[in-house]
């Protein structure tokens, strides 16, 4: 296995799924069946039998069993083309998505229709992110199979997943006309609307899906999902609710789980919240993370006294920043005679090293193994094995089942003291006035994930403040903003010799330098506050890491600031940029800690 040696830094953000709003599926009773009725013509008589045993094998969700089958077929004849569509499909199911891409790319040379692979192969690089080729997948279809309501579909999704939200609300528009009468395109329109920001406007849609289909779970889960948004968490939990009542794919069935865990955690229910979370690592869900290790995991029955426990990083750089506000309860927990060895993102064991001494941290790697990702911890052929395992995530499930349950204490993570001194002495060289450090953005705002962070042109009520100096914490190209407030007349302090992205020990001495941190949740942010950092922090309708409370209680450092509404920055911008002033110019700003 190779390590991921550049992730990017994700943010506090715990897995978020979604039920694909794309249509159809290349496994359906209604795509096997038109398959079953290609096996007629020249092909021999044992390679159409072996070719209807794969349809078989697919119609009961034995994928390995469709694959074993179309092979043999291949064997006897490789130029068979509705054998490699079976292969495809088979591979795409059991997760192994570059094997199916192949698959399907014979199939579409090798059959005289290649339409209807085409819209199969668009669905699966759609779901691997590769939009416009997706896109161009389902106009081949169109072509020759103009008004095809699924594919259209899937056509205005692709483009809504590219932030071509006009784009998708006219396609969309061109086939309601047509077929006003189908549910699954009320649904779409609403997920663009709702990807772009506006909630309210985005239930109508979800509503009048129901209203064509009252079973329709994906319309159910969009508008929980909305009506969390919109703070209206019983009603979320109550359309959460009817839709696990019928709902029958286990996918969906664990991703509408996901679902209600964050309303519950939203909601501040955390017993039920975190127990739900637990879905995250169903085998149903093909991005979850399968963990290889050589003990049990933990369970809350367990006995942690004495043991040798291994905590798993998981999600995104943030989550397990985050999430390491459990671990000075589980060493408490194991006692002087238990061991803790922590395996996180590389970039994080310096820092990580540091804060919990007594310990052994490790990076953990990941890869993919057959089409399902995968990790491990570094140093696990050591003759010395845990008793028990756990995702650290996982933990809150032990020690953080009330808003009591949360520590006063600052900080969890302890910076290099000489680095803080040698930036904190670097800062007083550029400027005595009070020290800002600004983060705004996150490396990956594709679709509904910019509704999270403000555009960098709302920021003037905050950054006009003269009586600071402001520090450009952003990681990432930030050339473009830098030169845009220069314009403006608004200054940055770049700080020199660090890279922000890959040099989280020292940067978490930069933060810890600061006398505030302003700026939306993302793995800066999330680094300061758990070094006991006072950090402004800009808070959306459905920030799940309140857990129920007007703060973040993991972070006792943290003010909270949140916005009126999804897309609705500007009241929050200039409530900061007042608060802004009264502390800077109160006598208090630089003595904050």
Not at 332 to 348: F, Q
Not at 522 to 527: D, G, K, L, P, V
Request: net charge negative.
């Amino acid at each position: 296995m190779s390590a991921q040696t550049s992730e990017p830094m994700g943010d506090a953000q715990p897995l978020r799924l979604s039920v694909s709003d794309t249509a159809g599926d290349a496994a359906s009773s209604t795509s096997l069946g038109q398959i079953k009725k290609g096996l007629t013509g020249s092909a021999a008589k044992k390679s159409i039998k072996l070719m209807r045993g794969s349809v078989a094998a697919l119609a009961q969700r034995d994928y390995r069993r469709g694959a074993e089958l179309a092979l043999e077929a291949l064997k006897l004849d490789e130029k068979l083309g509705l054998a490699w569509h079976l292969l495809a499909i088979s591979r795409e199911k059991s997760g192994q998505t570059t094997q199916a891409i192949l698959a399907y790319e014979a199939a579409v040379k090798l059959l005289p229709d290649e339409s209807a692979v085409a819209a199969d192969l668009g669905r699966l690089a759609q779901r691997m992110g590769q939009l416009e080729i997706a896109e161009k997948l389902y106009l081949k279809h169109l072509a020759t199979h103009p008004g095809h309501i699924e594919v259209t579909n899937n056509l205005a999704t692709s483009q809504r997943d590219q932030g071509r939200y006009g784009d998708a609300i006219e396609t969309l528009r061109s086939m309601i006309a047509f077929a006003p009468q189908e549910p699954m395109l009320w649904n779409t329109l609403g997920t663009v609307l709702s990807d772009k920001g506006d909630m309210g406007g985005s239930v109508v849609f979800f509503d009048e899906a129901l209203r064509l289909d009252p079973a329709f779970t994906k319309a159910l889960y969009n508008r929980a999902n909305v009506r969390m948004a919109l703070g209206d968490v019983h009603q979320s939990l109550a359309d959460i609710a009817m839709a696990l009542s019928q709902i029958e794919d286990p996918q969906e069935r664990d991703t509408i789980r996901m679902a209600k865990a964050m309303t519950e955690m939203f909601a501040g229910n955390l017993v039920t919240g975190f127990e739900d979370y637990e879905a995250r690592f169903s085998t149903h869900l093909p991005e979850a993370v399968s963990f290889v290790t050589k003990c049990p995991l933990l369970t809350l029955e367990d006995d942690l006294l004495g043991r040798h426990v291994l905590v798993m990083g998981e999600q995104g750089l943030g989550d397990e920043v985050l999430f390491a506000n459990v671990l000075p309860d589980l060493l408490a927990a194991i006692g002087p005679d238990g061991h803790m060895t922590l395996a996180v993102e590389h970039r994080l064991i310096p820092l990580m090293r540091r804060s919990f001494p007594g310990s052994t941290i490790v990076a953990h790697r990941t890869a993919r193994i057959d089409g399902r990702l995968t990790r491990m911890a570094d140093g696990q052929n050591d003759d010395r094995v845990p008793d028990y395992w756990t995702p650290i995530g996982s933990l809150f499930r032990h020690f953080r089942t009330t808003q009591a349950a949360f520590p006063s204490t600052r900080n969890y993570l302890q910076p290099d003291p000489a680095r803080v001194a040698y930036w904190k002495q670097e800062l007083d060289n550029a400027s005595s006035a009070p020290k800002v450090g600004v983060v705004w953005k996150s490396l990956r705002l594709e679709g509904m994930r910019l509704r999270y962070f403000a555009p960098f042109d709302l920021w003037r009520p905050v950054l006009s403040n003269p009586d600071v100096m402001f520090v450009n914490l952003q990681y990432g190209d930030v050339s473009e903003e830098i030169e845009a407030a220069k314009a403006q007349g608004i200054s940055f302090w770049t700080p020199p010799g660090i890279n922000l992205k890959d040099d989280l020990d020292d940067l978490a001495a930069l933060t810890c330098a600061m006398d505030l941190v302003i700026g939306p949740p993302n793995a800066t942010s999330n680094i300061a506050a758990a070094c006991g950092v006072p950090w402004w922090a800009f808070s959306t309708p459905d920030d799940w890491q309140r857990f129920g409370t007007d703060r973040f209680p993991c972070y006792p450092s943290v003010r909270i600031f949140p916005i009126d509404g999804f897309g609705e920055w500007e009241g929050a911008m200039a409530r900061v940029g007042d608060a802004l002033t009264a502390w800077s110019t109160s006598g208090i700003a630089g003595n904050a800690r």
